[in-house]
């Protein structure tokens, strides 16, 4: 991974001091910030301070020696600063800077420009239905090339999907990590990290050298949500990290959108629960850009010839209603697993004819192979 390098690497390196040191919690940090002391300012002789900070001096003097030393090639990548200290410096996110848990600062490698622009979340399991994929996929790719940036975790699944396509739009993208720039998370993305960096950023509130650990997915979905004007869920279950994410983006007072899926698709459960507490519902990427018009007042970019979604763009999923026959295999194969022979057998038709109708709605997202037959990914 190559980084960009930082504008100012002795001021870096002493906010990464500040934030290495575990004297003082988050909140204490962010009331020293906001009383307008800088790392700078606190790194001088504890005399000149306006509290008794020998421990805290202590602490930062070890922080320096056994961490910044280690680390200190990895800050080459921008780091902007919350509170008084971003004038004059790149800008930090303003959605993300009046929140009152927002981070007291960003690491990030890539194009920081792309964080001027208005952008959306796509989250959702990391386990998704073929029809999942396409959506969000489509998703990606259409909001990225209507001007917007599309925001994901980078995760398996849901979020590769969006990433991708928003990559594909030629539009930009933003990977908000759960780890340190440095520890790519899960370790088979670091090639669309790599990508993402080059058309886009990744993100990470996390010092270089975080490893992954449980409690950081949380801290990383609430700051996912707090960069965006909403967040879009795709497919998640009940519960997961998606539904942290879009109750995290609702206290923020976010909007939250959510694909109508059937009581029977898998990972549909958590998107009806955000339907039924007052989710919108979101089959298309133009539905998204018309409920959130007007916020985007000044951006001509985001026109309305962006939103026809290009050829290219991958099979988006059909609505397309269904012949009767095919809406019986559906309701023969319900929630379960069922072998091919049994279910021509049942429909009283050849093997020909069956398969025909199962790749046709494979294409369509309604159906999917397994080692035990065929099983319904989603009903009309």
């Not at 849901?158 to 998370?185: E, F, K, N, P």
């Not at 049994?342 to 004819?353: H, P, V, W």
Request: with cysteine.
């Amino acid at each position: 991974m190559s980084y960009v390098l930082a504008r100012n690497a002795a001021a870096d390196q002493l906010w990464f001091e500040f934030l290495a040191t575990k004297m003082l919690d988050r909140a204490s940090k962010r009331k020293l910030l906001a009383q307008g002391f800088t790392p700078p300012q606190l790194l001088e002789p504890h005399g000149t301070w306006p509290f008794d900070g020998a421990e805290l001096r202590a602490s930062l003097r070890v922080s320096k020696s056994r961490q910044v030393a280690r680390l200190k090639p990895l800050l080459a990548c921008h780091l902007l600063h919350w509170g008084r200290q971003s004038s004059g410096c790149d800008v930090y996110p303003p959605l993300l800077s009046g929140l009152s848990d927002a981070p007291l600062a960003l690491f990030v490698s890539g194009d920081i420009n792309c964080l001027s622009r208005p952008a959306i979340a796509i989250v959702g399991t990391r386990r998704p239905s073929r029809d999942g994929l396409k959506l969000a996929d489509q998703m990606g790719y259409q909001l990225a090339a209507a001007g917007f940036l599309v925001v994901s975790g980078l995760a398996r699944g849901i979020d590769a999907a969006a990433h991708r396509g928003a990559l594909r739009s030629g539009g930009q993208t933003l990977a908000v990590m759960a780890t340190g720039m440095d520890r790519i998370y899960p370790s088979e993305h670091y090639r669309l990290a790599e990508e993402v960096a080059a058309q886009g950023a990744l993100l990470s509130e996390f010092c270089p050298g975080v490893v992954p650990h449980r409690g950081h997915f949380p801290r990383r979905n609430r700051t996912l949500s707090g960069l965006c004007l909403a967040t879009v869920v795709i497919e998640a279950g009940h519960p997961s990290g998606s539904l942290i994410t879009a109750n995290a983006a609702v206290e923020q007072g976010r909007e939250v959108f959510a694909a109508p899926w059937s009581l029977f698709h898998r990972g549909g459960a958590g998107c009806l629960r955000l339907l039924s507490q007052g989710a919108q519902l979101i089959d298309t990427p133009a539905a998204v850009i018309e409920h959130l018009a007007v916020h985007l007042s000044g951006w001509a970019e985001l026109t309305a010839d962006a939103l026809d979604y290009s050829s290219n763009a991958g099979e988006t999923v059909s609505l397309a209603p269904l012949e009767p026959a095919k809406r019986q295999l559906l309701t023969l194969l319900g929630d379960g697993e069922h072998d091919l022979a049994s279910l021509a057998s049942a429909l009283q038709c050849s093997s020909r004819q069956l398969l025909a109708m199962v790749t046709q709605l494979e294409l369509q997202g309604y159906v999917e192979q397994t080692s035990a037959g065929l099983r319904a990914v989603r009903h009309p």
